[in-house]
């Protein structure tokens, strides 16, 4: 059973340049989560989404970051013309539809982008 | 954003002693709350979880909550080297759009042998 996968581990870019990372949920798990964690501070959300909708984007930075979450293939954090101040942790987790209040989150290995 | 705070550490202790970790959240409508350890440059891991007032126990792990105070906490006991790790508070939140979850800076702890 796999659990949350994402992809790449890392990802060095140049200023400027575009960066994509992907995240596949848990099996059978319809919602997904972004966070960003930057070196030494906590877990900062940016985005949750279901299929095909945006659920809550508040976390997102205003300009050059958007997410998607397809009816079909993994979830997409895009950042477009990277900065340094880019270079984090991006962290996916996945819960089930909510049908209790025990669901929680499972985070993926995590996506580490260098910006150079 | 929700607030969920905790004490950024460091905290050491001595093997063999208890860990006390604390948390303290700002939404009241808050259903549920949860323990997660974070190894440096690893992913953050499930490890306790706790939905209703006192106490919970997993083996060497002890989850408190306390609604009326906003207050929950996590007890390690018998503390072990590898016990040695950032815990992350986190609090679900039920809103018009769906569940969301907020986290805390995280409590470094070091165990000492």
């Known amino acids: 059973n796999a659990g949350v996968m994402q992809n790449p581990r890392h990802l060095v870019r140049r200023r400027g340049q575009e960066a994509r990372l992907r995240c596949s949920p848990m099996k059978g798990h319809s919602h997904v989560y972004w966070y960003r964690q930057l070196p030494e501070e906590g877990l900062k959300f940016m985005v949750y989404l279901q299929k095909e909708n945006i659920i809550d984007e508040s976390g997102m930075p205003k300009e050059r970051f958007s997410a998607e979450f397809p009816k079909e293939g993994p979830s997409i954090l895009r950042i477009q013309q990277v900065v340094r101040g880019d270079s984090a942790a991006y962290f996916c987790?996945?819960?089930?539809?909510?049908?209790?209040?025990?669901?929680?989150?499972?985070f993926g290995e995590g996506s580490w982008l260098t910006v150079v | 954003q929700k607030e969920v705070e905790q004490n950024s550490g460091p905290l050491s202790v001595p093997e063999g002693a208890i860990a006390s970790l604390n948390c303290t959240y700002s939404d009241r409508g808050s259903q549920s709350f949860f323990w997660y350890r974070q190894y440096s440059g690893k992913s953050p891991e499930l490890i306790m979880s706790?939905?209703?007032?006192g106490d919970k126990e997993d083996g060497r792990f002890t989850a408190q909550l306390n609604k009326a105070s906003q207050y929950v906490s996590l007890l390690i006991r018998d503390s072990q080297p590898s016990d040695s790790a950032t815990y992350l508070c986190?609090?679900?939140?039920?809103?018009?759009?769906?569940?969301?979850?907020?986290f805390g800076t995280g409590t470094s702890l070091t165990v000492i042998p």
């Open positions: 987790a996945s819960s089930l539809l909510e049908s209790f209040s025990g669901n929680t989150i499972y």
């Open positions: 986190a609090v679900k939140t039920r809103s018009n759009t769906g569940n969301q979850f907020y």
């Open positions: 706790i939905y209703s007032n």
